[in-house]
C-alpha cells in the first residue's frame, strides 16, 4: 500500500521561504512523477509543480522563478522549495504520487 506523508507547511512572511517534503513508502518511488497540488479556501485544487521520471519539470505560471521542485530518488522524497512567498500562496499543499495523496499541509503566508 502506497503511503506519502507531508511536512515542512507552516506561517511565514511575505519573501519568505518554506520547503515542503513528501516521503513515499510502499512504492517504486523511481518509477512515478511527483506533483504539487494547493487548494486556497474557496478555490479548486490547482497543479503547482511536477517533475517527471527522468527530472523534467512543469510549473504553474505565477509560481516560476519562485518555487523549484525537485526528487531523492534514494531517499523516496519529493520537494517543493518555495521562495518569495506571496499571500496569494496561501492554501493546503498536497503531494501526489501516481494515485495516492499526500495528506496536505498548511502554508499560510502574512503581508
Known amino acids: 500500500q502506497v503511503h506519502l506523508v507531508e511536512s515542512g507547511g507552516g506561517l511565514v512572511q511575505a519573501g519568505g521561504s518554506l520547503r515542503l517534503s513528501c516521503v513515499a513508502t510502499g512504492t517504486i518511488f523511481r518509477n512515478y512523477a511527483v506533483g504539487w497540488y494547493r487548494q486556497a479556501p474557496g478555490k479548486e485544487r490547482d497543479m503547482v509543480a511536477v517533475i517527471s521520471t527522468s527530472g523534467s519539470t512543469m510549473y504553474v505560471d505565477s509560481v516560476k522563478g519562485r518555487f523549484t521542485i525537485s526528487r531523492d530518488n534514494t531517499k523516496k522524497t519529493g520537494y517543493l522549495q518555495m521562495n518569495n512567498l506571496k499571500p496569494e500562496d496561501t492554501a493546503v499543499y498536497y503531494c501526489?504520487?501516481?494515485?495516492?495523496w499526500g495528506q496536505g499541509t498548511q502554508v499560510t503566508v502574512s503581508s
Open positions: 501526489t504520487i501516481g494515485q495516492t
